[in-house]
């Protein structure tokens, strides 16, 4: 398996994986240098993009739990490939410059040059994540009948330009969901469990989840949902360290995916 991402073996009984894809600011040398930006404006732009800290919330939920979850997580930044972003053109954020492989920033400036060839980034990065991921999926099915797939996502108290649904509320707690993969069942625990934090909606600012696209649709076996929490509410925004949140907000977390099925 490649270090770009790292699969983090859970109890052999628990259908649980914690996805998280945004929370590395590892960035290659021979990637950087397809990056426009000078040092200190990248260092700002992945202190914007980055859901930091979110890898040690997945970390200490799953030593929280009584089933050991398992962790798939991303090692490096999104600004290298976005691996939960469509890589053709059914992706919405390609409008702005955001689909797998991003040519502009979050202010909308450019990135990438607009030239740039995506498809080796493709190859080396995203197309082996998303297999190891469906792999991963089809390991959980296989040994228990059911993959619960929670995504770990954080979000900026304040709407960045990129974002194309700035308009909607930003709670403390936004949870994406599918309709064919996010039962209701699921969806009315985390709001009792990840409402003790603060305030839930669904779908906004941010929508949808990730599901490998083998099963997209066609396996209602595999359930899912993200959860994105507003940044505030554990980090000192843009790209600061944990805050005392950070420790409440890992026992909610824990207590939501514990003995999911
Ligand atoms: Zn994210």
Do not use: K
């Not at 410059?97 to 202010?107: I, K, L, N, P």
């Not at 770990?152 to 649904?165: A, D, F, Q």
């Amino acid at each position: 398996m490649p270090d770009s991402f790292e699969r983090i073996a859970g109890h052999p009984d628990s259908p649980v994986i914690l996805h998280v894809p945004h929370s590395s600011r590892v960035i290659p040398s021979e990637v950087r240098t397809g990056i426009l930006l000078d040092d200190a404006a990248l260092e700002l732009e992945l202190d914007h993009i980055t859901d930091a800290h979110t890898e040690h919330l997945a970390a200490a939920a799953a030593d929280h739990m009584r089933i050991r979850p398992w962790q798939f997580v991303n090692r490096r930044s999104r600004l290298v490939v976005d691996p939960e972003r469509f890589p053709d053109d059914r992706e919405e954020m390609l409008t702005v410059g955001m689909a797998a492989v991003y040519t502009r920033t979050t202010h909308r400036t450019p990135l990438r040059p607009g030239e740039f060839d995506p498809n080796p980034l493709l190859d080396t990065y995203f197309h082996p994540y998303a297999r190891a991921m469906t792999d991963l999926v089809a390991d959980r099915l296989a040994a228990t009948g059911s993959a619960v797939i929670l995504d770990v996502h954080s979000y900026p108290s304040r709407p960045l330009p990129y974002e194309l649904h700035a308009d909607g509320p930003r709670p403390p707690i936004c949870l994406g969901t599918d309709d064919f993969h996010t039962p209701p069942a699921l969806l009315d625990r985390a709001r009792t469990c990840l409402g003790a934090i603060g305030a839930t909606a669904t779908d906004t600012p941010f929508a949808g989840t990730y599901v490998p696209l083998d099963y997209y649709v066609t396996d209602p076996r595999v359930t899912a949902l993200m959860i994105e929490i507003r940044r505030d509410v554990y980090m000192t925004e843009p790209g600061g360290p944990p805050t005392s949140g950070f420790a409440d907000l890992s026992r909610a977390l824990a207590a939501f995916a514990d003995e999911l099925a």
